[in-house]
């Protein structure tokens, strides 16, 4: 029986499955994972019909909308609400993106033993993750894969950063060389990851980090946005109204149909803009009713240039926290990731800020859609990812495995006056491997603030209540931000560390905080005790993992 060892890169859009044949296999081959689909990928789609008793995934689905009472896409955004939100089927019965996710897991568990006609065995399988999710989120993945009937063990052992993947990837392809220094630019359907790292002999350096919840998903939004408003217009059909859309269409079923396939074509035309000058959006609505909409390069990139602006945004700070700790460098060789980084302005960005052109790889393998799953192949055999050694302010060098690697997400809470202060604070939390959120640092010019930063705080695995004389004098919204943290404290087991006051000079503790204990940084060893909680409630989640 044959030994498999198999990388998942576990797509918004789409999923790769990359693996190799038997322990003695030196080369790794990308699977058909969907034999109705082209490119050897797997939609990442789930149609449930009612007198059916599983459902169907992947490209079958995309073809057949009609077909199917539900059509559920893009789960992998939704994996961070778990279990605590669901899709309400047109049977009545509650699905969990965790439920909708290990459907995904379990067609591709099956189309791999399938191909083998059972004489193979899955020894061992490696699951990518964005660098930027939480540990719960991590968790609610790998209890997908685990109902979709894959042996996976816990987060250390079964999955992998996508960036990380990606390094890994090309340096078994001997494409890192030591000495040299690299950028890998992961742009998928729904994430954007950033890693700037040396290339030593038996580790990599990684300089600094950056990302967002951005991808290419957004994108295909704002171009369904522009044919609804066109349909609006042209065909006076408003399909934002969702009542009127039904009684014009019929029903409920055919509405929500007419959408998706809507955003499908949207989807399939941004991907070709990237080769195209201009493309045609197409579709007959209804008898008597049909669209026939033409977009040029020029005009799609006018229509995102907001969300173009959060990418070049990232870009930059990478570089400007690459300048603080190495000074100006340009990497040897940038590395594109994920379906969206074949979007044109990617490239032009990237050489704008960086000075370099960006590197697509030589084969499928080592291209944008495969290499992450060909890393976590390659993680999955050898059982370890290279050393990460990371920089920090203080010139010391901290080594640890990539393969333990969780970045804890921090929001900091102040009062505008404390602004510098709180700069500092942001700096050495980066500088400690930490994620930090500052609305002054992290809120773009034209986003809705209140909704950003409320945001922020929901996702982060720490609230840090900034304090001052000049802090717990003030109302208005840094109470705010502490109201929604008190709330979101009281969600959590009474061991949880989450919300932590931190006093920056020796001011007196608002009494909604006295049943905290304060990090005092006037004091001695007022950051090192704040490490340390951080460090100590992470390492809490990861082994909870």
């Not at 789609?45 to 077909?67: C, F, I, M, W």
């Not at 059509?71 to 992998?76: A, G, L, M, T």
């Not at 500088?431 to 922020?456: C, H, N, Q, S, T």
Request: charged share 30%.
């Amino acid at each position: 029986m044959t030994e498999l060892t198999v990388g998942i890169d576990f797509g918004t859009t789409n999923c790769a499955v990359v693996l190799y044949e038997g322990i003695q296999a030196r080369e790794p081959r990308i699977f058909d994972i969907d034999k109705v689909a082209p490119f050897n990928l797997l939609r990442s789609v789930v149609g449930y019909r009612k007198d059916e008793l599983h459902p169907a995934v992947g490209e079958t689905v995309r073809q057949n909308l009609s077909y199917y009472d539900d059509v559920i896409e893009s789960v992998k955004l939704r994996m961070n609400e778990g279990n605590k939100k669901t899709y309400t089927l047109a049977t009545g019965e509650k699905k969990s993106p965790i439920e909708v996710a290990a459907e995904i897991f379990k067609y591709m568990k099956s189309r791999i033993e399938e191909d083998f006609a059972g004489e193979a065995h899955i020894q061992k399988v490696a699951i990518t993750v964005p660098a930027i999710f939480d540990v719960a989120t991590r968790q609610n993945i790998l209890e997908a894969a685990r109902l979709g009937g894959f042996e996976v063990s816990n987060a250390k052992e079964s999955l992998i950063d996508e960036p990380t993947a990606a390094s890994e990837s090309f340096d078994t392809f001997g494409e890192l060389k030591d000495g040299n220094r690299y950028l890998i630019f992961d742009f998928g359907a729904g994430t954007l990851d950033l890693s700037y790292f040396e290339k030593k002999t038996v580790k990599f350096e990684q300089i600094a980090t950056g990302g967002k919840q951005i991808g290419g998903n957004d994108f295909d939004k704002a171009l369904n946005a522009w044919v609804i408003e066109k349909c609006r217009r042209d065909l006076k059909l408003d399909l934002n109204d969702e009542g009127e859309g039904v009684k014009f269409f019929g029903d409920q079923t055919s509405y929500e149909l007419t959408l998706f396939e809507i955003r499908d074509r949207c989807r399939i035309a941004k991907e070709e803009l990237s080769s195209l000058d201009s493309k045609a959006i197409a579709m007959r609505l209804l008898p008597g009713k049909s669209i026939d909409y033409r977009i040029t390069r020029a005009e799609f990139e006018n229509l995102v240039a907001d969300k173009i602006r959060v990418v070049r945004h990232e870009c930059e700070n990478l570089q400007r926290e690459v300048e603080r700790k190495v000074g100006r460098a340009v990497p040897e060789r940038i590395y594109l990731v994920g379906g969206a980084s074949l979007m044109p302005f990617v490239s032009r960005t990237i050489q704008e800020v960086f000075g370099r052109k960006p590197w697509r790889g030589i084969g499928d393998l080592q291209g944008p859609k495969f290499c992450v799953a060909a890393g976590a192949a390659r993680f999955a055999k050898i059982g370890v990812a290279p050393s990460l050694v990371r920089y920090d302010d203080s010139a010391k060098i901290v080594v640890e495995r990539l393969k333990d690697r969780t970045i804890a997400e921090i929001f900091l809470s102040y009062a505008r006056e404390d602004e510098s202060k709180v700069e500092k604070i942001y700096q050495k939390l980066l500088a400690d491997g930490f994620k930090p959120w500052m609305d002054a640092k992290d809120l773009l010019p034209g986003e809705r603030w209140k909704v950003r930063i409320r945001d922020a705080i929901r996702r982060s695995n720490f609230f840090l209540a900034i304090l001052t004389t000049n802090s717990i004098k003030r109302t208005g919204f840094f109470e705010k931000e502490v109201d929604e943290a008190l709330d979101i404290w009281l969600e959590k087991s009474e061991n949880d560390i989450y919300l932590i006051p931190v006093r920056v000079d020796d001011c007196e503790l608002p009494e909604r905080l006295h049943e905290f204990h304060c990090a005092d940084l006037f004091k001695e060893h007022g950051w090192t005790q704040l490490i340390k909680a951080l460090k100590v409630m992470t390492e809490r989640q990861q082994k909870a993992s």
